[in-house]
């Protein structure tokens, strides 16, 4: 794992995932069972304590002039959406895990694929006046001004790829992916359920079935 730093440690804690060797399309009978019963329970309204936690997932992302609202919200309150409007997307088992975990803990979740850009290292830090990606086939772009993004370091230039609402489409897996980055984002200072511990856990557990050589680092 390469060098990877934060700069929003006072209101964003991040966890860092990278797995190898890791087969996208694996069947995985845990993950089919756990998200079949999600999928029953989102269909209702979230607990207070979930929330409590979706709200500060929130506003975690109130840097600067950055207003998580509207298309700006966190991607995890689009699955849960989605999930409650009976209609959870499904692309494949690794897409389906990341998805799972955001959905079942409502917090914000990036995943890239790591061969798609050659990068020494990652740093985390508000975007600045007229950085953008492109975050999909059609070429939507994001403005990332003071909102939280991952950029990839190349050869001492910094590549916007990662953001709790969008990811870029230079990056995304795809049928072929076999070395990955997970990036968890949590709010920093939150000491009630669920614990960062907790969901990278989870998560770490599921992604072993389909993968190897796990590594994991909190920033």
């Known amino acids: 794992m390469h060098s990877i730093r934060n700069k929003f440690v006072e209101k964003v804690t991040i966890g860092?995932?990278?797995?190898?060797?890791?087969?996208?399309?694996?069947?995985?009978?845990?993950l089919e069972t756990r998200l079949s019963h999600l999928l029953a329970?989102?269909?209702?309204?979230?607990?207070e304590s979930e929330e409590n936690f979706r709200k500060a997932c929130r506003d975690m992302l109130r840097i600067g002039s950055y207003k998580p609202t509207?298309?700006?919200?966190p991607a995890s309150?689009?699955?849960?959406?989605?999930?409650?409007?009976?209609?959870?997307?499904?692309?494949?088992?690794?897409?389906?895990?990341?998805?799972?975990?955001?959905?079942?803990?409502?917090?914000?979740i990036s995943l890239w694929d790591r061969?798609?850009?050659?990068?020494?290292?990652?740093?985390?830090?508000p975007g600045n006046e007229g950085e953008s990606f492109i975050f999909n086939l059609t070429g939507q772009s994001i403005q990332l001004r003071d909102l939280v993004t991952g950029f990839a370091?190349?050869?001492?230039?910094?590549?916007?790829?990662?953001?709790?609402?969008k990811d870029s489409q230079l990056t995304k897996t795809?049928?072929?992916?076999?070395?990955?980055?997970?990036a968890i984002y949590y709010p920093a200072g939150w000491n009630g359920a669920p614990s960062m511990g907790e969901i990278i856990e989870e998560f770490s557990g599921l992604l072993s079935r389909?993968?190897?050589?796990?590594?994991i680092k909190l920033v």
Not at 41 to 47: D, E, N, Q, Y
Not at 70 to 73: S, T, Y
Not at 79 to 104: C, G, H, W
């Open 16 to 30: 860092i995932l990278w797995a190898d060797a890791v087969d996208v399309q694996r069947y995985h009978a845990e």
């Open 41 to 47: 329970i989102r269909m209702k309204s979230l607990t």
């Open 70 to 73: 509207g298309r700006g919200k």
């Open 77 to 108: 309150e689009y699955l849960l959406r989605e999930a409650m409007q009976d209609n959870f997307p499904r692309i494949n088992t690794l897409v389906d895990i990341n998805n799972y975990i955001s959905l079942k803990y409502s917090v914000p």
């Open 115 to 125: 061969q798609k850009i050659n990068s020494e290292s990652c740093i985390f830090r």
């Open 153 to 165: 370091v190349c050869d001492g230039k910094e590549v916007p790829i990662i953001t709790p609402v």
């Open 174 to 182: 795809d049928v072929n992916t076999s070395e990955i980055g997970v």
């Open 210 to 215: 389909v993968s190897e050589n796990l590594q």
